[in-house]
């Protein structure tokens, strides 16, 4: 289990990631936080992405540790909890990746 931070402007909370599989083309993981999170990511032709087939959303990402485009896309299909969670799970999953 992978513990993490997050924080907007007013407040602060902590994440999960519970479960890590590499599938070699592509990854799964659940975050645990405010909600829970099922998350698909990896790498295409045109670069990274994420699917939350629980929201029905995905998106293009830019490198994982790019916190500032990442959190602007992820806020605007998820909401800003979920959008900073997710963002900051992927950063902290990076080095381990």
């Known amino acids: 289990m992978i513990e993490f931070n997050c924080t907007n402007t007013s407040e602060t909370w902590t994440g999960k990631i519970?479960?890590?599989?590499?599938?070699?083309?592509?990854?799964?993981?659940?975050?645990?936080?405010?909600?829970?999170?099922?998350?698909?990511?990896?790498?295409?032709?045109?670069?990274?992405?994420?699917c939350v087939p629980n929201f029905n959303v995905g998106c293009h990402l830019a490198h994982l540790k790019d916190k500032f485009w990442n959190q602007e896309k992820l806020t605007s299909i998820l909401g800003e909890v979920d959008g900073i969670t997710l963002t900051e799970a992927l950063y902290n999953i990076y080095d381990l990746l």
Do not use: P, Q, T, W
């Open 18 to 50: 519970n479960y890590l599989k590499d599938y070699g083309n592509h990854y799964e993981m659940r975050i645990e936080s405010r909600s829970g999170i099922d998350v698909i990511f990896g790498c295409s032709s045109a670069g990274n992405f994420v």
